[in-house]
């Protein structure tokens, strides 16, 4: 799986892209959003 590596905020449109990048490469939607909830979550804390 691609390691998704994100900087403290991200616009909807990157956002947007990287989803449907994942999506083209028909890899699991579940683990793209596990992965994008918990840099959101990290980046919080940290705020």
Do not use: G, H, V
């Not at 403290?8 to 579940?30: C, H």
């Amino acid at each position: 799986m691609r390691n998704i590596t994100r900087k403290r905020f991200i616009p909807m449109t990157q956002f947007t892209t990287e989803l449907l990048n994942f999506l083209a490469q028909k890899q699991d939607i579940d683990e793209f959003f596990r992965t994008s909830l918990e840099t959101a979550m990290n980046d919080l804390l940290q705020a």
